[in-house]
RNA sequence: GGCCCUAUCGUCUAACGGUUAGGACAUCAGGUUUUCAUCCUGGAAAUCGGGGUUCGAUUCCCCGUAGGGUCACCA
């Protein structure tokens, strides 16, 4: 191979929203590019004009740019607007027609492909009768044997037509470097339409062409691609070009192990987005879906997958988008997250009004319960509006019969409560978690931590869980707190 | 159906011929300064089947089986 700096490339077509399994592909494109000081590129494949979703691209761009992930080349964003940086480009397929035709023609012209003329009809009918017979449905080539003067005559009419690439004879192997040799029988290869009649090329012709125009050393994508790619190397070879190192990545997949599709889940880098996900934790976890370090360290951060990814430890098989993993790698991402930063990630995340319930102050204090019991930003919603939150806000309603401990009774409980009171009442230092813990430390190891402590919390949130009871009363501060055990008290006196 | 790819705990995976088949998530049990959460400890849990090659196969080869991908003027 002739490459000597490396450049890889991730080649969106914008049909539709950035999923999960592209941005794996994105992330292990600029892994490889980064780790060997090359370059990312980014070009959009937009060669079908049908498909095309508008807003996908600057989509694809966002999206890629909060995991981290940023193109040296090509397309990008600037501001909020859609940009090309690059002495290769354009970037954009649709704005490189006349390249795609040069290259066309020059292919026709050294025999290597030819214009059929063939109608929408009769490959249909060609289609369904090889298919009638149980033969793999292939082009006859009877545009092929068109002489020089019919092929003129037919375009000065101005019939359509499309340029086919001449599959030669004999067997294409190409190195993957994931899966090693790959062999296909050209007779199984299907004469791949190059140029399609409204002058677009196709995906074939086009990823050929720019990956050598934009000097591409990795072919990094999806292994649905594995079958289409001895007619890529029959093209490089027909040109005369290097052929770049090709890596087929395995796919994702749904729970029932077909490729990920929407319908079963979530599959949109957005869907991930919008939950709450912080980029490191899915970054991470979309590393690890068919790859690891070969020892048993699991927390990367960009950086360290720059370090240590490599392609020839990337596994053949397919995975499942498990999203309790995930969690996990976001808990812990969390973990380390300074509390200033998850207050901005809450304030940012959140969509729903009951957040602006909280002042400031409230917040802050319960951030270390928060952090502790979400997976991502969008379970702190979750919990407001399920009202598990409420009692920092409203005093609760108590339940008699579920104030005392168990196996404790009703005097006991109420003298215990009362006792508390006092302790709280008379204590001088300040009002803090540890403060109150060590304040009655002694009083309820002396009666029973369980009995005397058990109650406390019951009456301050009215609920069988919770945080504890020093953080809830620090919370709620002395004055509520002692408030809310006195009402426990009369409850119990009804 | 043709062609191609793949196959280790439920899941993600490690073990590049010799290990009590390792780790993580999930799960279960126990423990930790009341409950929940966190944390700690421990348990259960896998080499698709059949043939070879070899002193020895998860590992190499073949055949099955299963799953997936692909067979468009879509990418």
């Not at 319930?357 to 409230?362: A, G, L």
Request: aromatic share 10%.
């Amino acid at each position: 191979m002739s490459f000597s700096v490396v450049r890889t490339r991730f080649a969106p077509s914008p049909t539709g929203y950035l999923h999960v399994g592209g941005l794996r592909t994105a992330l292990y494109a600029y892994l490889v590019a980064k780790q060997n000081q090359g370059k990312f590129l980014l070009r959009v494949e937009d060669t079908d004009r049908e498909r095309f979703v508008e807003g996908a691209i600057e989509d694809f761009l966002k999206a890629l740019n909060w995991a981290g992930i940023n193109p040296d080349e090509g397309v990008c964003l600037e501001g909020e607007h859609i940009a090309q940086k690059g002495d290769l480009g354009p970037y954009i397929q649709s704005e490189r027609l006349d390249v795609y035709k040069r290259y066309s023609d020059q292919l026709i012209e050294k025999g290597f492909a030819y214009k059929c003329f063939c109608t929408k009809e009769r490959l249909d009918g060609l289609r369904e009768e090889l298919q009638k017979k149980g033969e793999v449905p292939k082009y006859d080539r009877h545009c092929l044997g068109l002489t020089e003067d019919e092929i003129n005559k037919n375009v000065s009419e101005g019939q359509p037509f499309v340029v086919r690439l001449k599959i030669p004879e004999g067997i294409t192997t190409f190195k993957d470097e994931i899966r090693g040799d790959i062999s296909y029988p050209n007779k199984d290869l299907d004469d791949q339409v190059l140029m399609k009649s409204d002058g677009f090329p196709t995906y074939h012709m086009a990823v050929v062409v720019d990956d050598h125009e934009m000097q591409i050393s990795h072919v990094i994508r999806g292994e649905e691609w594995i079958s289409s790619t001895p007619k890529h190397i029959i093209l490089y070879n027909a040109f005369g070009w290097d052929v770049p190192v090709h890596a087929h990545l395995p796919l994702l997949l749904n729970e029932d192990r077909t490729k990920l599709s929407k319908r079963q889940g979530d599959v949109a880098v957005n869907d991930y987005i919008n939950k709450g996900y912080l980029p490191e934790a899915l970054v991470n976890f979309v590393a690890f879906l068919g790859w690891n370090p070969g020892d048993e360290r699991e927390i990367f951060s960009i950086k360290e997958l720059i370090k240590s990814f490599s392609l020839d430890k990337v596994s053949k098989s397919g995975a499942f988008f498990n999203t309790e993993k995930l969690d996990w790698y976001n808990r812990e991402y969390l973990k380390n997250i300074s509390m200033t930063d998850f207050m901005i990630g809450i304030k940012n995340f959140s969509q729903i009004e009951s957040i602006k319930n909280f002042n400031e102050e409230v917040l802050l204090k319960i951030g270390d319960i928060l952090k502790e019991r979400i997976s991502k930003y969008k379970d702190i919603d979750t919990m407001i509006e399920e009202g598990e939150l409420q009692y920092f806000f409203d005093k609760p309603n108590l339940e008699k019969n579920k104030i005392p401990n168990k196996n404790c009774d009703v005097d006991k409980t109420k003298e215990y409560l009362s006792a508390t009171i006092d302790i709280l009442s008379n204590m001088m230092s300040d009002w803090s978690p540890e403060n109150i813990k060590e304040t009655l430390w002694d009083y309820s190891g002396e009666k029973g931590r369980g009995d005397v402590l058990w109650p406390l919390r019951y009456s301050l949130c009215g609920k069988d869980k919770s945080p504890d009871p020093f953080t809830l009363a620090y919370v709620l501060g002395k004055d509520e707190t002692i408030s809310r055990i006195k009402n426990a008290i009369s409850v119990l006196n009804v």
